[in-house]
């Protein structure tokens, strides 16, 4: 199966009928007709809203933890789908989304005013930017690590990338 065509209504149902395709379709965004990517970072904003209330270390627990179960779910749902990295999986987004905006929560970082929704926005579009884009090693990793852990580490190295820059950005702004 070709990792761009869209899924069939069996495939829908063998996503869903698992915890691991549930979580691995990004509770449903990467259901999305188009642009399975994008949705499934916007869905990663509603849970990051809660996420941002926790401790750094404690942060930093749920996207390790997250990642792992990530590499799990995306591989169980990849190999019921028989493509490593089917499009319509999106937990990648979640966390390569959280890694992102990890830089909004440190205090330091931030304008006296505090936080402003457009640093959200900001830290959205530099993710989908670096995930999009691939620079190197996001392309190398994505061409070469399969299964579960292929899925994952793009995107996290994408979160990586687009947190430095946001990072940089809020630090020259403040």
Same mark, same amino acid.
């Given at each position: 199966?070709? &990792?761009?065509?869209?899924?069939?209504?069996?495939?829908?149902?063998? $996503?869903?009928?698992?915890?691991?395709?549930? !979580? #691995?379709?990004?509770?449903? *965004? /990467?259901?999305?007709?188009? &642009?399975?990517?994008?949705?499934?970072?916007? %869905?990663?904003?509603?849970?990051?809203?809660? $996420?941002?209330?926790?401790?750094?270390?404690?942060?930093?627990?749920?996207?390790?933890?997250? +990642?792992?179960? /990530?590499?799990? #779910?995306?591989?169980? #749902?990849?190999?019921? $789908?028989?493509?490593?990295? @089917?499009? *319509?999986?999106?937990?990648?987004? =979640?966390?390569?989304?959280?890694?992102?905006?990890?830089? !909004?929560?440190?205090? %330091?970082?931030?304008?006296?005013?505090? =936080?402003?929704?457009?640093?959200? %926005? &900001?830290? +959205? %579009? !530099? +993710?989908?930017?670096?995930?999009?884009?691939?620079?190197?090693?996001?392309?190398?990793?994505?061409?070469?690590?399969?299964?579960?852990?292929?899925?994952?580490?793009?995107?996290?190295?994408?979160?990586?990338? #687009?947190?430095?820059?946001?990072?940089?950005?809020? @630090?020259?702004? *403040?």
């Amino acid at each position: 199966m070709n &990792a761009k065509k869209s899924l069939s209504g069996d495939q829908r149902r063998v $996503l869903l009928a698992t915890p691991a395709g549930w !979580l #691995a379709c990004g509770f449903g *965004s /990467g259901l999305a007709p188009v &642009a399975q990517g994008t949705f499934g970072s916007l %869905a990663a904003l509603l849970p990051w809203l809660l $996420l941002r209330e926790l401790s750094g270390p404690l942060y930093v627990a749920v996207l390790l933890i997250g +990642f792992g179960i /990530g590499v799990w #779910a995306c591989d169980v #749902a990849g190999r019921a $789908l028989g493509v490593d990295d @089917h499009r *319509s999986l999106v937990w990648d987004e =979640f966390i390569g989304q959280w890694t992102a905006l990890l830089p !909004l929560l440190v205090p %330091a970082l931030l304008p006296a005013s505090g =936080f402003r929704w457009w640093m959200l %926005a &900001a830290g +959205f %579009a !530099l +993710f989908r930017l670096f995930d999009v884009w691939k620079p190197w090693p996001i392309s190398w990793l994505d061409r070469r690590v399969k299964g579960g852990m292929g899925v994952m580490i793009d995107d996290v190295v994408a979160g990586i990338f #687009a947190a430095v820059v946001l990072a940089c950005g809020l @630090h020259f702004l *403040s």
